[in-house]
């Protein structure tokens, strides 16, 4: 982030007052806009599946298909709550209107996932 920031003559660092946005348009002025940004990340996915499947096949490239914008959304908002980041804060980022979406969708959904592993485990 710094190395871009400088390349668009900024500081390394924003300062408390700074508005400028954390990615701009390519043309024009301003920021990109959540859509345009999520297609941008889209394009990557896919081109790093079609890359994927020419270098090693598809059967090595099929995880890389089912990446999506929401996947990624979701695969971040899972590892802050692992790491022990408040559920608060996690939910506030992500836009939640309630707390309880966010511990039904991230915390409940990953509890559940434990509680079949364990499951299969075989005592001894």
Do not use: C
Not at 4 to 28: A, F, W
Not at 71 to 99: C, Q, Y
């Amino acid at each position: 982030m710094r190395r871009y920031r400088k390349y668009r003559g900024l500081t390394g660092l924003p300062n408390e007052r700074e508005n400028d946005p954390i990615v701009s348009k390519v043309r024009g002025r301003g920021g990109l806009t959540a859509r345009q940004l999520s297609r941008l990340v889209q394009e990557v996915f896919d081109k790093a599946y079609q890359v994927k499947v020419q270098q090693e096949g598809l059967a090595n490239a099929r995880r890389f298909k089912d990446a999506t914008t929401h996947w990624l959304r979701h695969t971040g908002a899972s590892l802050e709550i692992e790491r022990g980041r408040a559920l608060k804060d996690v939910s506030e980022d992500l836009g939640h209107a309630s707390m309880a979406t966010t511990d039904s969708v991230y915390v409940r959904s990953e509890d559940m996932k434990r509680a079949a592993s364990g499951k299969e485990r075989r005592v001894g």
